[in-house]
Every structure is written in C-alpha cells, then in structure tokens.
C-alpha cells in the first residue's frame, strides 16, 4: 500500500485508476533525485504549478438530450496537405530526454506503448536510445523526432537526416531552450551529473570525438561544473538562433515532413512561426521547467488561436492529466494535446506496460468527458463547450 498526505490525512493507493496516480506511485519508487528531476520546475514553480491550476480555471457547458451515438469517436486527424495522420485520440507524448532513467528499455518502450495505443511518439533529441533503435522497437509507430538547434548546424541537419531516413515523419523544433531553466530542485540533491550507464546517445556522432560530451576528459554532461547536468548542454547550444533558423530548416526539409515550432506562449511567436513557414505551432512552456512566471499554456491558447485562427494546426501541452483537460483545449482550438510528466511516471512504475494503461485511462476519461458533455466525435466539441469566470482569458477567442 502507498501513502500519500499531510500530517492529518494519509491517502492509500495500491493500483493507479487515473492518470495522477502514477505520479504517487512513481515517488514510492524512484529515487529522490530522479522523481524530483522529472517531477520539479523552475525556479518558484509559479509556472508548473499553474499549468495544473489552470485548467480548473475553465468551466465545461455540457449539452444533453443529444442523441449520441453509441461508440464515442475519439479519432483525430492530423490535417497536413501533404500527409494525413490519424490518431485514435487527441493526444501525443510530447518529445522528452532521458526516458531510460525511469526504466532500461527507456524511449523504446514508450515507442511501443503509443504504437499499441495508435497516437504519435515524439524522440527528443536528448534521448538515452537512439534514433534507429526506437524505429526498430516500435516500426508502426507514428514517430516525429524532436530537435534542437546547435551550435554546430551540419550536426542538427545529420540528426535530422538520420531520423527522415528512419522513417520518422515529423520534426519538433524545440525554440525554448537557448538555454535551460534552473531548478532548486536538482541544485539541492546535487543532481549534476547524468547517472552511469547513461549517456545522451545523439552525441556521440563520430566528427565530434575530440570534444565529445560523452566520452573522455572533455565530458561535458559529466562534469561537476553547473548546478544540474543539464544546464550543461549550454556549451552545445546556440543563442543566436533566430527565425532565419526556422526558415533554413523549413527549406531543407522534403515537402511532406511537418514542420512543428514547440514552445510558443506568444500570440506575436506565433505569427512569427507562420510566417516562417511552420507547418504547425506547439503551445508549450516545457512543462514549467524553462521560464518560470508565465502563464500556463492553456490560458496562452485562447491569444494563438485568435492571432493565427486555424492556418495550421495548434498543439499545446503542460499539465494535461484528464479527459476534461483535453476535451477544454480541444474546445479552445487545439488539435492535439501532448503529455510528458505522466509518461515518465508510468514508465517507471510499471516499463511499457503501464504507459499503456495510462494512456488508455485517459482514452476512457475523454470518451467519458465527450459523452457527458453531449459530443460522440472530435469535430463536434463546439468553442461553446467552455467558459470562464476571467473574461481577460478569452483573448482572442472572439475572432474564432
Ligand atoms: C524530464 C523531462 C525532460 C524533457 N525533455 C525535453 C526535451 O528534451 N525536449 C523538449 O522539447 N521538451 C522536453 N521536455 C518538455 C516536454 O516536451 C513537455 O513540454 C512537458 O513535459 C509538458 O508538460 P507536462 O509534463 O506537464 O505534461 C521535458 C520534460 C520533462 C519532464
């Protein structure tokens, strides 16, 4: 039995029944530093804590009487000119490092669990397995690979060639992180170096070995020198990268990849990022682990959609962890929405197996969520279907 609570009362769990669950579950078993590595933010978590508050924020108005049909169609389809993807919910795992510190068959079995569940996995370019490894694991899986720009451009474009050539079908570019938050969190258990035996395997590309952040001497991710491992990948970053970069990537990518900009939380990015040729948006403030004091994605969406109406499709993530919490963005203008804490959660209580039972907690929750609120498939959630009591939220959300 696992305990959860305050000094007055103890809450008990011995099996998760919804998708926060693996989280307590999760502590029980991780070692201290790890949960906290995964499950901390920023700076005062102002923002992490907001990207859960948030969403209690907004109301459903659910309908009745409306005669749905007796299977709730969860299906999604993901609407690029050049290639239709269909998932069969609006949900994704959004693309995060270092899965393999949660359980040894890391990205690949995380790969699998969205095969099996039909949604999109996005491979971070900070993964612990490769690239191809994840592709053999998980060869039906829709996979986008995430990428961030470095330093050095001919080794991001490499990166990417290797996932197109793969199989991978999309491309996240991450444009949050010229470099990385601090988290007190991981200063204060020391956290400063990636654990043995894992490494950053997209860095070991060859043309790198003399200063290879994996290997020898000059290991950066190994050194003692910051405060948590991963503000160490500063050295490879670029802080100069500007939308030119968008632009550049965009025209070297073949036609039909999409090109996904995550971590928009401005409606002025976001027109940015259609000009520069984005195939779709990603509102996204990394899971409150960047800049911490902004808002929480949710309540960004409502200025996106109203700066860009649905010239691309618009992703968002950060604290999605119900039915109700997807079925609200969906209400407000999202596609799809992504997860990443629970995902690490589940992995480490229970490998792949749990990560599908997570997910398909969350498939029952939003068909639950849709039924209940008068709606049986995705195109039929009307902007009708939520309110607020902070009018100032609804930014934007007239020009719908
Ligand atoms: C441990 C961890 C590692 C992450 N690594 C990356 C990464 O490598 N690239 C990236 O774009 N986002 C990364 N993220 C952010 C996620 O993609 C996502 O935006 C965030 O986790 C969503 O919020 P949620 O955790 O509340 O669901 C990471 C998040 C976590 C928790």
């Given at each position: 039995m696992l305990r959860e609570g305050t000094k007055h009362t103890i809450k008990t769990i011995?099996?998760?029944?919804?998708?926060?669950?693996f989280q307590l579950l999760a502590q029980q078993q991780l070692p201290k530093d790890l949960y906290d590595y995964v499950s901390s933010g920023a700076d005062d978590e102002q923002t992490l804590n907001e990207n859960r508050n948030a969403w209690k924020r907004w109301y459903l108005r659910p309908r009745v009487?409306?005669?749905?049909?007796a299977a709730i169609d969860t299906r999604v389809v993901l609407p690029w000119q050049q290639q239709r993807h269909t998932l069969s919910m609006p949900v994704f795992v959004s693309p995060a490092g270092?899965?393999?510190?949660?359980?040894?068959?890391?990205e690949c079995a995380v790969a699998r669990a969205c095969e099996k569940a039909g949604i999109l996995y996005g491979l971070s370019q900070h993964a612990t397995k490769s690239i191809e490894e994840v592709a053999a694991a998980a060869p039906q899986c829709l996979r986008f690979y995430q990428s961030y720009i470095l330093n050095d451009r001919e080794w991001t474009w490499r990166l990417i060639e290797r996932a197109l050539q793969a199989g991978y079908q999309g491309i996240f570019l991450t444009v949050d992180s010229v470099r990385f938050g601090y988290r007190p969190a991981d200063a204060r258990n020391g956290f400063n170096a990636l654990p043995?035996?894992?490494?950053?395997?997209?860095?070991?590309?060859?043309?790198?070995?003399?200063?290879?952040?994996?290997?020898?001497?000059?290991?950066i991710y190994n050194g003692q020198t910051h405060s948590a491992w991963d503000q160490n990948s500063e050295q490879l970053l670029d802080t100069q990268i500007s939308w030119r970069d968008v632009r550049w990537l965009k025209e070297k990518l073949p036609p039909q990849i999409p090109l996904i900009i995550k971590g928009i939380m401005t409606q002025e990015d976001a027109i940015l990022a259609v000009e520069a040729g984005a195939d779709a948006v990603m509102v996204s403030n990394h899971g409150g682990r960047q800049v911490d004091g902004c808002l929480a994605a949710i309540d960004v969406l409502p200025e996106v959609v109203g700066a860009i109406g649905h010239q691309v499709p618009i992703f968002l993530d950060g604290g999605v962890r119900h039915g109700s919490d997807v079925v609200k963005a969906l209400a407000l203008g999202a596609t799809a929405v992504g997860i990443g804490k629970p995902v690490f959660f589940s992995l480490a209580f229970g490998g792949r197996a749990a990560v599908e039972q997570m997910l398909q907690l969350l498939k029952n929750e939003i068909k639950s969520c849709m039924a209940l609120c008068g709606v049986d498939h995705i195109a039929a959630i009307p902007v009708s279907s939520v309110v607020t009591r902070h009018p100032s939220l609804l930014v934007g959300k007239s020009n719908l």
């Open positions: 011995d099996r998760p029944v919804c998708v926060n669950d009487l409306r005669s749905l049909a270092v899965q393999a510190l949660m359980h040894q068959e890391g043995a035996p894992h490494r950053l395997v997209h860095y070991d590309d060859d043309h790198t070995r003399d200063n290879n952040i994996n290997s020898g001497k000059k290991a």
